[in-house]
């Protein structure tokens, strides 16, 4: 009944719905209005969650297709090839045909959906390496798993092919570094979004959203104040009948 | 593909996905396993909730019936006749009769799915007047909207007929009155909830859930670690086989 916005992503989308996540914020700012349905795979990069496309986004579905789907990859793809997260590592061509096979994909089931390309964040070097230091102490890796000016790479391609595609995206990438102290006040382990980071998601994305028609919605059944309390059936049926 | 568990109730519902709010920690508790649909309506009684029944839990649907439902109604039906919340306000034997019908309909869908009662919170009579005051300054109204005396009638009907139809229930009312000092640090206008109020619900729902078998879910794909990165198809299609 209500539209759906899907957001597909890693570890980033997949914690969204912690206290303060963008994708809790993203599903109360639309609550009446739309569905948010949680896609997010901690640890995947692009070429894994190309395996999960069909399944995800069917071609052939009886259900409605998504009114809007964010794709939210980079992190793990931009993992460096020497560092423990080598095994995540994708090059940047392939992950930005695997984004564009996706945008496809998407699109190919419904050329309406609004489809939002969300750039990796950036990296702090030290918050990754405490992280590290926190559950492995001396043991730690002192090679970096992820670096900025990797992560920096990655967004630009993501970013450059929502530009060639003529989508909406997110350089979170660049967004966050405009504010000083980013890398505590946005990174709560170099890498993953603290409520304030996340916060820089949910305002870029509600400002795409809302351009694109979000907002102006309908409520999926009158508002409480709006019943008639001596006849409430008339409020629902009128109403009812304009959604249904 | 996955399971659902939908939140059907009034505005304690629908901001749950606030920051801290319970609705958003249920979504994160069993991301990869479970989806969350959010169905709260801000203001609703149970006997306007009635009409949207057949809309939100359509007996005749294709798609599989929710896995589990919290219903979650009464602080509106508790408002008083006198008070400012009037035309909110349900007799305590049609509230009673109206989630029994609210059971039976989504029963008669599919009896194994889980429904879970969750009665109303308490009522901080000093909170509510504040937050008046905080609306209206002197012109808010001198008379009470809710009592917890009120409130606790309706919980105590709602955890009857849990207790009567052999379901699961949740007795906010008086769960959150063994915390000293529920009244601010559980709500925040004496009658919506805070983030620890928030996980109160949240705290006492996953308990049911997860008796309900919710925690044992498998995951709907692998976990990334267990990707064969090598011929990462592999561990797809054994995965997906299991679980498709």
Redesign the interface.
């Given at each position: 009944?209500r539209p759906q916005i899907v957001l597909f992503g890693d570890s980033i989308t997949?914690?969204s719905?912690?206290?303060?996540?963008w994708?809790?914020?993203v599903?109360?700012a639309y609550?009446?209005k739309a569905?948010v349905?949680?896609r997010?795979?901690?640890?995947?990069n692009t070429?894994?969650a190309m395996?999960?496309l069909h399944?995800l986004f069917p071609l052939a579905s009886?259900?409605p297709p998504p009114a809007a789907v964010t794709i939210f990859f980079g992190a793990?793809d931009a993992a460096l090839l020497e560092g423990t997260g080598k095994?995540?590592h994708v090059p940047l061509e392939e992950y930005k045909e695997n984004l564009r096979k996706m945008v496809q994909h998407i699109k190919s089931r419904s050329p309406k959906t609004l489809v939002v390309l969300i750039s990796p964040p950036p990296i702090d070097l030290e918050g990754r390496q405490e992280y590290a230091r926190s559950l492995y102490g001396d043991k730690a890796s002192k090679l970096p798993d992820r670096t900025i000016e990797d992560a920096g790479i990655y967004a630009e391609q993501c970013v450059a092919l929502a530009k060639e595609l003529g989508l909406p995206s997110i350089n979170l990438w660049s967004k966050m570094q405009e504010t000083n102290g980013w890398q505590k006040k946005f990174l709560s382990d170099g890498l993953h979004l603290t409520?304030e980071g996340n916060a820089v998601v949910f305002g870029e994305l509600v400002k795409i959203l809302d351009a694109g028609g979000f907002s102006d919605l309908p409520y999926d059944?009158p508002?409480?104040?709006e019943?008639d309390?001596e006849n409430?059936?008339n409020s629902?049926f009128q109403e009812?009948a304009a959604v249904?």
């Open positions: 009944m997949q914690q719905f912690r206290s303060g996540g994708g809790a914020s599903a109360d609550s009446r569905d349905v949680l997010g795979y901690g640890g995947y070429r894994w395996f999960l399944h009886e259900a793990n095994r995540q409520p059944f508002q409480h104040s019943i309390e409430p059936g629902f009812c249904l």
